[in-house]
């Protein structure tokens, strides 16, 4: 069965860095796009960055662009998200997610075109 399981979470402090990593298993790594979304109480899940299958392609989100870096290692089955210069409003729990785009250089950026996800990790950032 597919599974993703996420790690590198944390409380960190504003400035500071974190690299969050996610393990796949149970499915063809380098068909899918991976991801990472987060999610506060009470809002949406939203959209942080991707990755295409080949890693050839990348796309982020406004509020991460210059700050994290997305990338995978398509012989560990892992994709990273590199999270430097955390801000208080990057608390939230983070969510790797996968998204079947056999092409290899394909991205997308709705949470809703992705069934399969990890359980989560929290990141808190204080100020």
């Known amino acids: 069965q597919v599974q993703l399981v996420e790690s590198g979470g944390g409380l960190v402090q504003a400035g500071d860095s974190l690299r969050l990593s996610c393990a796949a298993s149970?499915?063809?790594?380098?068909?899918?796009?991976m991801g990472w979304f987060r999610q506060t109480p009470g809002k949406e899940r939203e959209f942080v960055a991707t990755?295409?299958?080949?890693?050839?392609?990348?796309d982020y989100a406004d509020s991460v662009k210059g700050r994290f870096t997305i990338s995978r290692d398509n012989a560990k089955n892992t994709v990273y998200l590199q999270m430097n210069s955390l801000k208080p409003e990057d608390t939230a729990v983070y969510y790797c997610?996968?998204?079947?785009?056999?092409?290899?250089?394909?991205?997308?950026?709705?949470?809703?075109?992705?069934?399969?996800w990890g359980q989560g990790t929290q990141v808190t950032v204080s100020s």
């Open positions: 149970g499915l063809t790594f380098s068909l899918y796009a």
């Open positions: 997610a996968a998204a079947f785009l056999p092409g290899g250089s394909s991205t997308w950026t709705n949470p809703r075109a992705s069934n399969v």
């Open positions: 990755i295409s299958g080949r890693g050839s392609s990348t």
